[in-house]
């Protein structure tokens, strides 16, 4: 339930502005209540400098209510202009990375902050002198001028295709990074068949899917612990990502005793409207293959852009390959079978990253050389088994080239790439 919160609440655009509007309702009474208290008592004391007469603060919190509105308008055009280039431009699964960035949210937040704090000391303005309202006005106006000129570089970089695709890549590393922290117990990549066929004769409960949507978020511990309450055993059925329709199974639990409810069970599994990239790896490979298919369409025709597309994959394929593991099994600290995960090969990840690419890529002979050449050089940084996995993924990519069609220097070129492919791979040849 709290994972559930959480989502909603990094997932939403009203949240962050409505905590600054909160902070500008809790600020104006406070100065309110200060201002009473220094001007009583030592207003004598005070320099006239200071002070700013009732007329003079109503004109200058109306003149910063009409200015903060007129660059949140602003603001707001830019922010509809960058979605509108993602969304027709580069993939409409990228918006969500502008309107998440935390530059994007606080800027409005802060407007959201001036506007409130601005109307209602407007509202509250009396007869009295006033000392730190005005002030704060405008030290606040400044601030907001700063976001507003750092929003617009923001927005002119997040426009550039080049960072957004940086960007989507560190994006994807820090999920890599993140995932392997993801479960505190053991991990194992096999078991003992024995006790796996065993529990075909427990008690078999399926918890089906309450609503029909994308996997989110497994939280993976949460099963582990949930099952060495109830001293049973989980087999999950679904990936992060997958798109599931209501009452699909999504897991199953071997038991030899009654439960009274799975309810607890059925929360750690987050189904959403879309996809995100909490735990999705896959996720952030597809915004990276949908940018590189927009740019090597006729319409746009810019190979370089879908170029560095590809180069960025590899680099994100690398930082999987450091780490991969088909971790299917999850044991507690007493080495006890908890969860049996549904896992991805390496070359799931292979295909997912190409395949698109080749079919609509396949008459750019650019195109077709870049991806042999990053199958290259994710080989040469790679170890044994992931080399292993590029060899037998490598004749998918070289079964689209005809190589007798081929002009004289793009067959020299490709070749070459070819042969340091092979020769990297030495000794796979044969694996099949």
């Known amino acids: 339930m709290k994972d559930k919160f959480l989502l909603k ?14 902070s500008a309702i809790i600020l104006v009474y406070l100065i309110i209540y200060i201002d009473a208290i220094v001007i009583d008592h030592f207003k004598q004391e005070i320099p006239n400098v200071l002070l700013t007469s009732t007329e003079v603060a109503i004109e200058l919190y109306a003149s910063l209510v009409t200015a903060v509105l007129t660059m949140t308008t602003i603001s707001f055009s830019v922010i509809m202009v960058v979605l509108t280039t993602y969304s027709m431009q580069f993939s409409p699964r990228t918006l969500q990375d502008f309107m998440h960035h935390q530059t994007t949210q606080h800027v409005l937040g802060v407007y959201s902050f001036s506007f409130i704090f601005a109307l209602l000391n407007l509202l509250m303005v009396g007869k009295a002198d006033l000392l730190l309202g005005p002030i704060i006005m405008v030290i606040i106006a400044i601030i907001d001028l700063a976001f507003f000129i750092s929003f617009i570089h923001h ?51 399926k918890i089906p899917t309450l609503k029909s949507g994308y996997v989110q978020k497994i939280d993976w511990d949460g099963l582990v612990r949930w099952a060495m309450k109830h001293e049973c055993v989980i087999r999950v059925h679904v990936h992060v990502g997958d798109f599931v329709s209501q009452e699909y199974v999504q897991m199953s639990v071997y038991r030899n005793k009654s439960i009274d409810t799975f309810q607890m069970l059925e929360e750690m599994v987050i189904v959403g409207n879309e996809r995100t990239d909490l735990q999705d790896i896959e996720f952030i490979l597809q915004k990276m293959v949908e940018i590189a298919l927009r740019a090597i369409s006729p319409a746009v025709n810019d190979p370089h852009t879908a170029i560095n597309c590809i180069n960025r994959i590899g680099a994100l394929l690398i930082d999987i390959g450091e780490s991969y593991k088909e971790t299917k099994f999850i044991a507690d600290n007493n080495n006890r079978l908890r969860v049996i995960k549904k896992t991805k090969t390496y070359q799931n990840y292979l295909y997912k990253s190409f395949y698109q690419i080749r079919h609509y890529g396949k008459e750019d002979i650019s195109i077709v050389y870049s991806m042999i050449e990053i199958l290259f050089k994710i080989a040469i940084v790679s170890d044994d088994r992931i080399k292993k996995e590029i060899w037998k993924f490598h004749g998918y990519i070289m079964d689209i080239i005809d190589w007798e069609s081929l002009s004289e220097l793009d067959y020299y070129h490709l070749k070459q790439i070819y042969d340091k492919l092979v020769a990297c791979c030495s000794g796979y040849e044969h694996t099949k």
């Open 9 to 22: 609440i990094r997932d939403s655009f009203w949240f962050v502005p409505f905590l600054y509007g909160i």
């Open 155 to 205: 927005s002119a970089r997040w426009i550039q295709v080049n960072n957004l695709i940086a960007s989507i890549r560190d994006d994807g590393t820090k999920i890599i990074k993140r995932s392997d922290k993801e479960v505190d117990f053991v991990e194992s990549e096999e078991w003992n068949e024995e006790e796996i066929n065993g529990l075909g004769k427990l008690q078999i409960t």
